[in-house]
């Protein structure tokens, strides 16, 4: 029996916000009207960390209230027909809640906390809280899991390795302006097609295999799994 295709997902803001969930950084710089030097670095859960906590406390809640669209169930019904394994720049847990069976969260994951003393120690958070106080197995505070700004990217290496596996890749709901992220696409294996779902259409430079699709993911992966799964009949 032929083995299936591995279809490798690199994905981001635009296709959460299609739920519900703002991009990252808005026109004004601004996230969720904080300075993201103020939330989302070291210094800031120095300075003030009880801030930090409740700015992803209010990331949480918001991020319960909201459902996965069609773009994210797209992926999975790709799952009936390919190997995938979803790269996410996202950290809320919208890919999971519709089924994607393999996610790699390059920036964290906002459902989960981790210690202050042995990043080792990860645990779920029940709810939305994170408070002062909560402690991990060895005494210290409880930070959120989450990548931030000036910190390295644990799980970039384990994405690399997965992107030089890939049959096909898939760029979604990302501008391809944050690093190391961006760069997995410079990672695809030659001759290995490339699509790019977004209605901003990205640029990727240097390779031509890409194909555009100039549409929002609830729409454009919708229609690209419905031609790849099409592919897969006639072969």
């Known amino acids: 029996m032929k083995s299936r295709q591995k279809i490798v997902v690199l994905s981001g803001a635009g296709i959460s916000a299609e739920s519900g969930i703002p991009t990252f950084r808005a026109s004004d710089g601004l ?3 904080h300075r993201i030097e103020d939330v989302a670095t070291p210094e800031a859960w120095q300075r003030n960390p009880d801030l930090v906590q409740d700015f992803y406390n209010q990331r949480r809640k918001q991020a319960l209230s909201v459902q996965p669209n069609a773009g994210h169930l797209a992926l999975v019904k790709l799952e009936d027909y ?22 790699i969260h390059l920036h964290g994951e906002l459902f989960k906390s981790r210690s202050t003393k042995d990043p080792n120690l990860v645990y779920d958070i029940d709810g939305w809280e994170l408070k002062r106080g909560d402690l991990c197995a060895k005494g210290s505070q409880l930070r959120p899991h989450i990548v931030w700004f000036g910190e ?19 760029v979604v709901g990302t501008s391809l302006n944050v690093y190391p992220a961006a760069g997995l696409v410079y990672a695809v294996g030659k001759g290995v097609p490339i699509y790019v779902v977004d209605p901003n259409s990205p640029d990727v430079h240097g390779r031509s295999t890409v194909t555009y699709i100039v549409e929002p993911a609830t729409i454009g992966l919708t229609k690209l799994a ?9 072969s």
């Not at 644990?154 to 994405?159: L, N």
């Not at 419905?226 to 006639?234: P, Y």
Request: hydrophobic residues 45%; aromatic residues 6%.
């Open 31 to 33: 996230w969720e009207n």
């Open 82 to 103: 390919f190997d995938v394994t979803v790269i996410t720049q996202n950290v809320d847990n919208l890919h999971e809640k519709a089924g994607s069976s393999n996610v």
């Open 152 to 170: 390295a990217v644990p799980m970039m290496d384990v994405a690399l390795d997965i992107t030089h596996e890939a049959d096909i890749f898939i």
């Open 226 to 234: 419905d031609q790849l799964i099409e592919t897969t009949r006639v």
